[in-house]
């Protein structure tokens, strides 16, 4: 497929230039020392190139012929084949309404896709949880890690099994797990202070870890506290602040302990649902918009507290599935998926710290999805705009939003951004961002787009696109990357250009 | 009822003017029809004559009074009403007119012409030596541990003083009212500098004394949390000032600093409480003597180009202990003030984002239209507009529930390079004050630095208000 020359490519270009003085640097980066074995230093690459991959491509198209593409083409060193969840964005061919790629069945999976965990789950690793009925049944008996490792061991291929914090609503025990809405109301969300949710993700990754012989885990959790979601503050979400979650009665017990009113709490979020929908019907508050939403805020402090309460629930999966992990072997490696959302906007920003996360890590997979991340960027700024912001105009809202970002002030207009995707600059100020915060503490793999799917009239990526990106990334000090987010929405086209970026920024 | 046609006026003017003459010329000028006499105040911006420095208006005695002025109580302070206060009330007459009562003097001859008298209150920001040196056992504490300048509003002596004063004046003269003037912000917005008038030190925020921590432990803040919390911020405002920029951003960093300590915004939070109970009190004091009696707060300019800051005050909340509250308007000094504003917060919390571009975006939160940029601001002034709107939001506030009496700038002194009120500048906002539906007008912020032609070109706007 040839690719118009647009400006953006020229510019595109101009960056790839001006990043070749970083080549030198990148190439003789070693690889981190904290994911060395004694006598590993001979075979290991400067850096951790990995890919993700869901189960129905190796039954498609054979293990070792993908393993041959991604590791030949894409020269790929490290895989991350998606071994638990019910998502379609990890797992599946490519997702229904979207062109399929130029490789794989040419068959949607819609009427089969199933989900769930794609390895064997191994009974005596689930008794701390009810749900203990989540092997995947669309592929029959294929096994992916049984199937996938020893292959990718010969080719020297690490291996982290991607797991997800993604659900279905009939899995066997997951009715009594779900979150409680701020209107009392089931969510279709699991409650992560609940020990049965808890005991199923360390049970999860023990069973993986010590049951197959993988180099780690890569753990994916991408939900929302009830403030951000309250305010649509994420690109693809719609707004309905009644769904807000979790009230039930184990984060009424967490709160209690840490000294939150529950009924204050509640009763703000029933405020900021008012406003929320007084925004959304034009009701402009006699102040603004912004300062009823603050004064919202300083009113009920409490809504504040129990978002981070959430913040502090999933941090805590997080770091006992880190702790499980390193009980079954110390040498094995954990990692978290970092939300896009973390990205573009400065209020999840805050919650989160990547020294922080570093110390419970020892990656991150930062997402830097540029393509995509057009209209993605654009959708979270038409949200704020709905709310909070709806006194500023959108295009100005963006323009101020990436200045508090520090995005460059040559990304594309509002209009524009959808249609053209943010830039390969993005990619490097992320990156670096994410490898300045961290201090060395833990690997900065950040996540590519490759191919991920956007609407009709957004930007589809190049091969030259996927380059420049990916050379981004090492400009910016990446110890690797993940191409994202899952093989069966590739062109390997575009695999070919990352593995030709991998080439040359490791030639130098 | 009767629109309000007021005017913020210093003794030192009627000492200088004489009486009669004052009020001729404040009736024929711009139809005033009532009088804010700086009663209790230390500050110079209510009271005495032109500030040091500016120019003099075409009245008045052309010469500073530097070398007397003092300020304090302007009439008599009676024992009788301080004795529930180790606050030397009852000392603290102003002794730059010897003994005179400048409240008893007026009185009378307002009254003669049907014109009412509120006295001016002001709570300052710090006091010269002599009373500071009174008043060390009631003045506040910095994150430091120093004493601070102004008083602490949780202290029971300043409490009470403040009663006292307002008992005093109401109960010992036939007055309308008490307008109260507290100008001052809490620690967090002092903190990062969220002002148009003062420097940034983030040191010096306060308060931190045993009557803040009780307070404190009362409503369940963790008082040691809290300084810890503000130390963290005080770093990170040094650090801003010093351009070490943090690997997320200044805002996301700050927000971040919100979010490990909410015992800042919660103690920011107490502060604005005290405030609103020494108004309270205040309030229902005038009230307990005489229920006819109005008492009117002095809403600050703060309020109107700071969106944080609207969001800790709510007109609606205030109208619940005001008969009238005097909303800072003032067009032609918001200009300069509001570029300061920008210029502060652009040295913390916004660093990343260019000024000008912040200004677009405050204006657009603050409802401002189509006012200069933020080079051109203080050379041009906000716009009557900008007074038409903040009158508005505060008339749509209060719902009725208070009188909205919009301060009007008669040529507040401002930087050399900024804009002088023309006197159809001065008709242009108190027309649009009107415009907006006020229910009078305070022209502000004293006499003593107001040109004629300002004050006429007031008083036009006022009469076609009147006469329509």
């Not at chain 1, 230093?41 to 012929?65: M, R, T, W």
């Not at chain 2, 010469?63 to 024992?79: I, L, Q």
């Not at chain 2, 229920?291 to 309020?303: A, C, P, R």
């Not at chain 2, 709107?389 to 301060?407: D, F, M, S, W, Y």
């Amino acid at each position: 497929m040839k690719t118009k020359v647009t400006e953006k490519s020229k510019s595109r270009r101009d960056f790839v230039k001006k990043t070749s003085a970083f080549a030198a640097f990148t190439a003789i980066n070693p690889f981190p020392n904290i994911f060395l074995s004694p006598g590993e230093h001979a075979s290991i690459p400067s850096h951790l190139n990995g890919i993700q991959i869901g189960a129905v491509s190796f039954v498609d198209e054979g293990v070792k012929n993908v393993l041959d593409i991604v590791q030949k083409r894409g020269k790929m060193n490290t895989i991350f084949p998606t071994v638990f969840t019910y998502g379609r964005g990890l797992s599946g061919r490519q997702i229904p309404g979207q062109p399929f790629p130029d490789h794989g069945s040419q068959v949607s999976d819609k009427d089969t896709f199933h989900g769930g965990n794609y390895s064997t789950p191994h009974p005596e690793f689930y008794k701390n949880t009810t749900l203990k009925e989540t092997r995947a049944p669309e592929l029959g008996d294929f096994d992916i890690l049984a199937e996938v490792v020893p292959e990718a061991k010969k080719r020297n291929m690490k291996v982290f099994a991607s797991i997800e914090d993604q659900w279905r609503s009939d899995v066997p025990g997951i009715e009594e797990l779900y979150e409680i809405d701020v209107m009392g109301r089931k969510a279709n969300t699991l409650c992560l202070l609940r020990p049965e949710v808890r005991g199923f993700w360390t049970g999860l990754a023990k069973d993986i870890c010590s049951s197959y012989d993988v180099d780690g885990i890569l753990f994916f959790n991408e939900r929302n506290g009830p403030l951000l979601n309250a305010l649509g503050a994420s690109h693809f979400q719609t707004i309905d602040p009644t769904r807000v979650t979790c009230f039930c009665k184990y984060h009424q017990k967490a709160a209690k302990e840490r000294g939150i009113d529950f009924e204050r709490a509640r009763e703000g979020y029933l405020k900021l649902n008012d406003f929320v929908q007084n925004a959304l019907k034009d009701k402009r508050p006699t102040d603004g918009y912004y300062v009823e939403f603050s004064r919202l805020l300083l009113e009920y402090p409490e809504i504040i507290a129990w978002n981070e309460l959430f913040n502090v629930s999933k941090h805590g999966v997080l770091k006992e599935v880190y702790e499980t992990v390193k009980s079954v072997d110390p040498k094995l490696k954990v990692g978290f998926h970092i939300e896009h959302v973390n990205s573009f906007n400065p209020f999840f920003r805050a919650t989160r710290s990547y020294s922080d996360l570093a110390e419970i890590a020892d990656f991150l997979k930062v997402v830097v999805y540029n393509n995509a991340g057009g209209e993605r960027y654009a959708s979270f700024i038409d949200n704020i705009h709905s709310t909070i912001f709806k006194d500023v105009p959108a295009e100005e809202l963006m323009r101020f939003n990436n200045h508090l970002l520090n995005y460059s002030t040559e990304e594309e207009s509002l209009n524009r951004l959808p249609t053209a995707g943010l830039s390969p600059d993005y990619v490097y100020r992320e990156t670096k961002r994410a490898v300045d915060g961290v201090k060395g503490k833990c690997l900065i793999l950040p996540g590519i787009d490759i191919g991920i799917p956007n609407s009709d009239t957004s930007r589809k990526a190049s091969p030259e696109d996927t380059f420049e990106a990916v050379q981004a990334a090492f400009k910016g000090g990446a110890d690797g990357l993940i191409l994202s987010r899952k093989y069966s929405e590739m062109n390997l086209e575009n695999i070919d250009a990352a593995g030709r970026a991998i080439s040359e920024s490791e030639k130098g | 009822m009767e629109k309000t046609i007021g005017i913020q006026i210093g003794p030192s003017s009627f000492v200088d003017e004489g009486i009669e003459k004052c009020f001729d010329t404040l009736q024929k000028s711009a139809a005033i029809n009532t009088i804010y006499l700086s009663t209790f105040s230390y500050d110079r911006g209510i009271l005495g004559r032109q500030i040091p420095g500016a120019k003099f208006p075409d009245h008045g005695v052309q010469e500073s009074d530097e070398k007397y002025f003092h300020g304090g109580n302007y009439a008599t302070p009676h024992p009788q009403f301080y004795t529930r206060t180790a606050i030397k009330g009852a000392t603290m007459h102003a002794p730059d007119f010897g003994k005179r009562d400048m409240v008893a003097e007026i009185l009378p001859e307002a009254k003669k012409r049907n014109i009412k008298v509120f006295c001016s209150v002001q709570d300052g920001f710090n006091y010269p030596e002599d009373v500071s040196a009174d008043l060390q056992n009631f003045l506040e504490v910095r994150l430091s541990g120093e004493k601070g300048k102004a008083m602490c509003f949780y202290n029971p002596d300043v409490q009470e003083f403040w009663k006292a004063v307002a008992k005093d004046l109401s109960s010992s003269y036939d007055i309308d009212g008490i307008l109260l003037f507290n100008e001052r912000n809490g620690p967090l917005l002092n903190a990062i500098g969220i002002s148009h008038a003062q420097k940034i030190e983030s040191d010096k925020i306060t308060c931190f004394c045993k009557y803040h921590e009780k307070a404190a432990r009362e409503h369940g803040i963790n008082f040691e949390r809290a300084k810890e919390g503000y130390r963290k911020l005080n770093e990170f405002v040094r650090k801003s000032l010093n351009d070490e920029r943090p690997i997320d951003g200044y805002y996301v960093e700050f927000n971040r600093v919100l979010l490990a300590y909410p015992e800042i915004i919660a103690y920011n939070k107490l502060f604005d409480m005290g405030k609103r109970e020494v108004l309270k009190q205040v309030y229902n004091t005038v009230k307990g003597v005489n229920k006819g009696l109005q008492v009117g707060f002095h809403i600050e300019h703060t309020n109107s180009f700071n969106p944080f800051y609207r969001a800790s005050r709510s007109y609606s909340d205030l109208a619940k202990i005001a008969d009238f509250l005097k909303v800072v308007v003032y067009n032609n000094a918001g200009g300069e003030r509001y570029v300061n504003f920008i210029k502060n917060i652009s040295s913390t919390v916004f660093r990343d984002v260019p000024p000008e571009e912040l200004m677009e975006i405050d204006n657009y939160l603050l409802n401002y239209k189509n006012e200069a940029s933020f080079h051109e601001l203080p050379m041009t002034g906000l716009s009557p507009d900008y007074v038409y709107r903040e009158t508005q939001r505060a008339l749509n506030g209060v719902a009725g529930k208070c009188r909205i009496l919009p301060g009007i700038d008669v040529n507040i002194p401002t930087g050399k390079n900024s804009r002088k009120a023309s006197a159809k500048d001065t008709y242009e906002a108190t027309k649009a004050a009107f415009k907006a539906g006020a229910d009078g007008v305070i022209l502000s912020r004293k006499y003593s630095e107001m040109w004629m032609d300002n004050l006429k070109g007031a008083g036009r706007a006022i009469r076609e208000a009147i006469d329509s």
